[in-house]
């Protein structure tokens, strides 16, 4: 479930760059994309979390408090710990790195044309 996870936060934030080889992904990347955005907005956590801290005990292991980000990430990012201002932080990082592989996907879309 935290390959699963990962994986998805991947894919929100590098997914578009898949979109000029594979173009048909954009209808998987824009909810995903759209999600993340809204996850890192609303200060809640992603479904995924809960999940995967079932399993986590259901296997023996301690769940943990707060998100997948902040569990797996903070610590290594950002010591102190997730606040509301660096949540902000991801989803600017998040919209920015997206806008730039959309105007990529866009821009080689147009010249083929």
């Known amino acids: ?23 048909a992904l954009i ?5 995903a994309l759209a999600w993340g955005i809204w996850i890192e907005l609303s200060g809640r956590i992603c479904p995924l979390t809960p999940i995967e801290m079932h399993y986590r005990e259901a296997a023996g292991q301690g769940g943990y408090t707060g998100g997948f980000i902040d569990h797996y ?8 710990g997730l606040t509301r201002g ?9 919209i920015g790195i997206n806008a730039l592989f959309y105007a990529r996907f866009f821009w080689k879309r147009r010249q083929c044309r």
């Open 1 to 23: 479930m935290v390959a699963a996870h990962f994986a998805f936060i991947l894919f929100a934030l590098l997914g578009a760059g898949l979109l000029v080889r594979w173009p």
């Open 86 to 94: 660096t949540q902000a932080l991801f989803a600017a990082i998040l």
């Open 73 to 80: 990430l903070t610590p290594i990012i950002y010591p102190q």
């Open 27 to 31: 209808w998987l990347h824009l909810p």
